[in-house]
Nanobody
Framework: QLKLVESGGGLVQAGGSLRLSCAASGRTFTARNMAWFRQVPGKAREFVAGITWSGNVTVLANFVKGRFIIKRDNVGVVYLHLNSLEPEDTAVYYC???????????????WGPGTQVTVSS
């Protein structure tokens, strides 16, 4: 199993930026499709962005298009660049391996602790 660890969250003002990182211990996920999700208390976890194992294809949820970018490097770290942040982006952000890069994809590994992103107005 992968042990996923997210980092890079924090408190930022509206309009600001953050870069989230997702790393794994246990084994590499360089050959896995990966995705970022987010969750606010009382709501279901939602898909934010996904990237294929090759890095050639990315999919973004409509509510982050033009603002967030997902990337991965060649040693297996997956990044989510959050730009033009809005208070509505406040959530705990999680990464996971997925069976397909889509909002309908299924997470394949146990969830990590996530990283809190708080955007102040």
């Amino acid at each position: 199993q992968l042990k996923l660890v997210e980092s890079g969250g924090g408190l930022v003002q509206a309009g600001g930026s953050l870069r989230l990182s997702c790393a794994a211990s246990g084994r590499t996920f360089t050959a896995r499709n990966m995705a970022w999700f987010r969750q606010v208390p009382g709501k279901a976890r939602e898909f934010v962005a996904g990237i294929t194992w090759s890095g050639n294809v990315t999919v973004l949820a409509n509510f982050v298009k033009g603002r967030f970018i997902i990337k991965r490097d060649n040693v297996g770290v997956v990044y989510l660049h959050l730009n033009s942040l809005e208070p509505e982006d406040t959530a705990v952000y999680y990464c996971n391996a997925v069976n397909r890069v889509s909002s309908r994809g299924t997470a394949l590994e146990p969830w990590g602790p996530g990283t809190q992103v708080t955007v102040s107005s």
